[in-house]
């Protein structure tokens, strides 16, 4: 009888997560934690909109997208936000997600860029300088399509193979595996995402060679300051016509942005059992 | 999409297999390195600690406070970032390091309880009989101190197996950061970490099962003997 109830709750516990049944009542909004910042320091406006303009219940933050989608998946937050791409991602992987708008929303954007250590401001200026030609050549386009778009279709993209310069300085990028499909890793273990194809190419027109690290996204700040690596990705929100004024919120203290290579419409991905999504 | 299109998608897909298996050997080798290298530093920890120099003995307490008072993640953060940022040091070395300083301060004190919890009775008779005090201690002591010892040594090295899941902060690609990664890529985190459980399960019950064999195999020789 004792190993019938003990066999009963391992069950029950194993179970509840999965079907989601503790997501009824449940309605809040799962971001991810601002690095640089305290929660109360969050801006006025942010807070504004979760408050007022959002109808979500609430709000938690969450340290990596791995977790925030864990609990997005099991019910525990309703929804999620988030930028375009990543809810491409989301849509193509897994079904019962809407995405979910309001008129009373202004547009956000979330920019991608390329955080360095303050000192390193020449090699700043050199990869602003190689996004730049990018743009202008039509080669981010061409990775974006790639690396986004097909990869959102359902089409699995190759890994880009940096090649090895002999003697070249090599340029080390921190990824972490915990955004597709900007960054994140291949079935066979290796770097992968749009993030990282744009770091292959910069360094490439920079005839520097690339060495990607694999860091905890939490410790992409400490990584950089540390010199374990050169380069981490940073993604900013905010208003990308002024995009030096925007990427001062959570940006951690003694560093420099470069200019950002992509920007994307920010975006609610909520569950579709969610009473946010019957609205 | 069903469960086993799931499990294809996490297990199979792309040789994501051999990634998993990749990221288990790290956790393997950092586990077993970091327990050897603590093991021996326990053990010389553990003496310096039964000494009856004051000194030596300050020493190795404070040693041991420090190592079991604070969260070995802290630690590791602190080496790799820190002490060791400038060094140039694999994060698989640093990782080993700090696992073993951790794993030696919890070898020596429960060294030290297993040395306390032994029969002195039977020591100091065997040096009235004339045996000398290496012959004792290895005849009369260190059986005990084993025997005593076993079982949570046993649990030290499962602990141990189960920090270094933490390793993934440092660079390094282990089991649960392989985990991870899957879970991102395939967006079906609850399974991933399901499987990803099951696999540190099964790690610690071979463990459990290597001790377990010892035992018998004691046993055994024991009856023929």
Known sequence: MKRFFAILTVLV?????????????????????????????????????LFNVL?????????TFNSMITALNSGTIAGIETDEY??????????????YTTDALPEYHVGYSMLLREEDTELRDRISGAIADMKADGTLDR??????????????????VPEQIDGAETLVVAVTGDRPPMDYFSADGTPIGFNTALAVEVADRLGMNVQFVSVDSGARAVALASESADVVFWSVLGDFNNWEKASEEDQPENTILTEPYLTGIECYVVREDSSIAAD | MSLSDKLYKILIQGGSWKTILGGLWVTIQISALALVLGTVLG?????????????????????????????????????????FARANLNPVTVAVFTFALNVSAHVAELLRSALEA??????????????????????ITLPQV???????????????????????????TDLTRVINNTASRTMQPLLTICIGMLIYLALSYI???????????????GETA
């Not at chain 2, 084993?146 to 270094?164: D, E, G, M």
């Open chain 2, 207 to 221: 463990v459990f099962g290597l001790f377990a064999l010892t035992d018998k195999m004691k046993k055994r020789g």
């Open chain 1, 86 to 99: 990543v809810a491409g991602y989301i849509f193509s992987h897994l079904d019962g997600f809407a995405s």
């Open chain 1, 55 to 63: 109808p979500f219940s609430g709000y938690r933050f969450f340290d």
């Open chain 1, 143 to 160: 990775l974006k399509a790639l690396y986004i778009d097909d990869c959102i279709a359902g089409k699995e993209p190759e890994a880009m």
């Open chain 1, 13 to 49: 516990l194993s179970l509840t997560p999965m079907n989601g049944c503790l997501a009824e009542g449940e309605s809040a909004l799962g971001l991810l934690s601002p690095q640089g910042v305290s929660e109360d320091e969050l801006n006025d406006n942010l807070k504004d909109i």
């Open chain 2, 146 to 172: 084993l025997r005593i010892a076993k079982p949570v040594y046993q649990s030290t090295i499962v602990n141990l197996i189960q920090w270094t899941s933490v390793v993934g902060y440092v660079t390094i």
């Open chain 2, 43 to 83: 053990a010389v920890i553990c003496l310096l600690r039964t000494r009856k120099n004051p000194v030596a003995r300050g020493i190795a307490s404070v040693y041991i406070a420090i190592l079991r008072g604070t969260p070995v993640l802290m630690l590791l953060l602190l080496l790799y970032y820190g002490v």
């Open chain 2, 118 to 139: 032994a029969d002195h009775g039977q020591a100091e008779a065997a040096r009235t009989l004339g045996f000398s005090a290496w012959d004792t201690f290895r005849i």
